[in-house]
Each structure stands twice: as structure tokens, then as C-alpha cells.
């Protein structure tokens, strides 16, 4: 073997042994690991109707029963709620109502990217893109939001156009006549009594949310929306204790 391919080979097997012993010291380094995004972890709101019939009205409808029994729908959400230890949460409004559909999303986690499409009461069929400029703030504040709904009530959607949703109202205390706007949201105790009723936007100043980004937009300052749900379970807890009976407390509407 000529002194070339003796320094060849000589060359080979100290490198081989030079990977060799890299590889052992990598091995017995400590690894970095991979930094991944937080999980946004979600909770499952329940609510009712659990369905819509989509023969009814031409299967427009997606959150209200518009041709189904109201008070089935929130003797169903009573039951649900007496069942886990939670309260009902009820929204009278309409399908064709946009802020009672932003209601429903932000509630069950809704962020950044929202679509509504819904028939309005005249029957032309609407929809909206919108989009939410979002930071890590906005998302643990969807999460709160969320994980609050989710652990204390249960919802109950009550139509108020079609159907006999004004019949409930009158079950609870309310003079139907009083009744102007909608989303008109409420608390029931475990005996399915009204126990208090969410502020009117006007009475919690930046409650709502109309722009976003300079775009038009239709939204919730969720941390005054959390408040304002926080209260209302302090009110049922306080009406269940002082009216262990059930007694309807015949409170009517705002106006």
C-alpha cells in the first residue's frame, strides 16, 4: 500500500471516530426542547333547543325554534341545569336578531374570526364576515368568558317572533307590551323563576363593541360581559335562598 492510500485510509478512520465520539457527547447533552403555542381550551356550553327542525320556515333558522314550543325548550334547559347544579341562562330574542347570534358565539368562545349568516324578518338572507384583531389578551378573555358560562349556566334560547316565546314571558312576570328590545337576557333559579335580568347596554358604558380594526364590526368588551354575568349568578344565588319556594317574583322588562 503506497504512503497515498495509507493517509487516505489513516484520514477515514480518524474521522469515523471523530462522528462517533460527537455523537455520543450530543447524546448526553440536554435537548432543547420545542417551544409550542398554548392550547385554547375551550368548554362546551350547553344549550337549547339541542336542534332546529329544518323543515321549519325552509331550515333558515340555526339557534331559534321558530315553529317549536317554547316553554318544551326551556323546561329541556330547566332539567339540564337542575341536573349538573347550574342555572339557566335565557335569552328571549330572535334569529333574525345579529346581536343575539354575537351573544351565542362570544359566550361559547367565539374570537378573531366570527360568521353570521341569518334571515332577517323581512326574509332576506344576510351574512357577515368579521374579523377581530386579537392578542393573547383576547383569548384568555375569550377563555374566561367561556369557562364561566360553561360552569354556571345552561343556555336557553326562547324565540320571540313566531312562536309562543311570549307566552314564557308572561309565565315569568313580564308584560310582553313592555318588552323592546332584544336580546333581553335573564336568570332563572333552580324553580325556573326569573331571579334578575342583564343591564341594558346603555346602562354598561363600552359594553358593546361596533368597530374594530376601522372596520365596522358587531362585538363584546367581554371583560364588562363577564361582570355583568357574574352578577346575575350572585342575584340567582341570593333569589334562591330568599325565595326557596318558587314564587314568581313578577318582575317585567326594560325598557
Not at 337549547?48 to 317549536?68: H, L, S
Request: net charge negative; glycine share 8%; hydrophobic share 40%.
Amino acid at each position: 500500500m503506497n504512503t497515498y492510500v495509507k493517509g487516505l485510509a489513516l484520514f477515514t478512520i480518524t474521522m469515523v471516530i471523530a462522528v462517533a465520539m460527537m455523537g455520543q457527547i450530543n447524546k448526553n447533552q440536554p435537548q432543547a426542547k420545542s417551544i409550542s403555542q398554548p392550547t385554547v381550551d375551550f368548554k362546551q356550553v350547553t344549550s337549547f333547543p339541542k336542534a332546529v327542525d329544518p323543515q321549519c320556515r325552509d331550515g333558515k333558522a340555526n339557534t331559534y325554534d321558530e315553529c317549536g314550543d317554547q316553554r318544551l325548550v326551556l323546561a329541556a334547559a330547566l332539567e339540564a341545569a337542575q341536573q349538573n347544579e347550574k342555572h339557566v341562562l335565557m335569552v328571549y330574542g330572535a334569529e333574525w336578531c345579529i346581536w343575539c347570534h354575537v351573544f351565542d358565539q362570544y359566550v361559547k368562545g367565539g374570537h378573531k374570526q366570527f360568521t353570521y349568516q341569518w334571515q332577517y324578518h323581512d326574509g332576506d338572507d344576510l351574512f357577515w364576515l368579521m374579523q377581530e384583531r386579537e392578542g393573547q389578551s383576547i383569548i384568555e378573555q375569550a377563555v374566561a368568558l367561556n369557562h364561566f358560562v360553561a360552569e354556571n349556566f345552561v343556555l336557553a334560547h326562547i324565540e320571540s317572533y313566531y312562536s309562543n316565546g311570549d307566552e314564557v314571558m308572561v309565565d315569568l312576570g313580564y308584560d310582553v307590551d313592555t318588552i323592546q328590545y332584544v336580546p333581553l337576557i335573564i336568570s332563572l333559579d333552580t324553580k325556573g323563576q326569573l331571579a334578575s335580568q342583564m343591564k341594558h347596554k346603555d346602562q354598561i358604558k363600552g359594553l358593546e363593541v361596533r368597530e374594530n380594526g376601522g372596520e365596522e364590526f358587531r362585538g363584546y368588551d367581554r371583560m364588562l360581559l363577564l361582570e355583568e354575568l357574574k352578577r346575575l349568578k350572585t342575584a340567582t344565588q341570593s333569589s334562591v335562598l330568599a325565595n326557596p319556594t318558587g314564587a314568581n317574583m313578577g318582575q317585567q322588562g326594560e325598557s
